[in-house]
């Protein structure tokens, strides 16, 4: 099993930039599938980017072009590189292990076996 803790995120206006970092620990950290969610205000979590133990990586639509997952197998380490930010992309960003990559567009719980407790992102205009 691996255990996960966030850090980053903060207050940006827009156009700016974050990077969210999520540590994991666990022996069996390389087999795990590292994900970003997000969830908005009063939206369901939605599914951000998702990377696997060989950097095979998923993207959503929204963040193909403006963010970039990334992960450090030796350090246990996955980031979340969010750039031209929009106020839209405010919300809770959650890390969550599951072993696979990707998400289920139906269940975003699905598959996921650990989630970080969040970190929030705001965007000012």
């Known amino acids: 099993q691996v255990t996960l803790e966030q850090s980053g995120g903060g207050s940006v206006q827009a156009g700016g930039s974050l990077t969210l970092s999520c540590a994991g620990s666990?022996?069996?950290?390389?087999?795990?599938?590292i994900n970003w969610f997000r969830q908005l205000p009063g939206k369901e979590r939605e599914g951000v980017a998702s990377i696997n133990g060989l950097h095979s990586t998923i993207y959503a639509d929204f963040a193909k072009d403006r963010f970039t997952i990334s992960r450090d197998n030796s350090k246990k380490m996955v980031w979340l590189r969010m750039n031209d930010l929009k106020p839209d992309d405010t919300a809770m960003y959650y890390c969550?292990?599951?072993?696979?990559?990707?998400?289920?567009?139906?269940?975003?719980?699905?598959?996921?076996?650990?989630w970080g407790k969040g970190v929030l992102v705001a965007v000012s205009s």
């Open positions: 969550a292990a599951g072993l696979r990559t990707g998400w289920s567009p139906v269940d975003p719980y699905y598959g996921m076996e650990r």
């Open positions: 666990g022996s069996t950290w390389r087999d795990y599938g």
